[in-house]
């Protein structure tokens, strides 16, 4: 698995924390957590791809 995807979902983690609405923060949160333990790097890059959509909305 690439190293720098958990790195890069950890600072859109913080960041997303104070910007989208708490319920959805959590779900994409609990999917991370899953694909972070299966190890699965394409559910990490359309979780990545789901943080970016959410970062344009709430801006």
């Known amino acids: 698995m690439n190293p ?4 890069m979902m950890d600072a859109k983690t ?3 924390e ?3 609405p708490t319920d ?3 779900e994409l949160n609990k ?5 972070r ?3 699965d790097e ?4 359309e979780l990545c791809k ?3 959509l959410l970062i344009k909305e709430h801006l």
Do not use: C, N
């Open 31 to 35: 999917l991370s957590l899953i694909a």
């Open 18 to 20: 104070d910007t989208i």
């Open 50 to 52: 789901k943080y970016h």
């Open 14 to 16: 913080k960041y997303l």
């Open 4 to 7: 720098e995807l958990p790195k």
């Open 37 to 39: 333990i299966e190890e």
């Open 42 to 45: 394409e559910r990490l890059s």
């Open 24 to 26: 959805v923060f959590i």
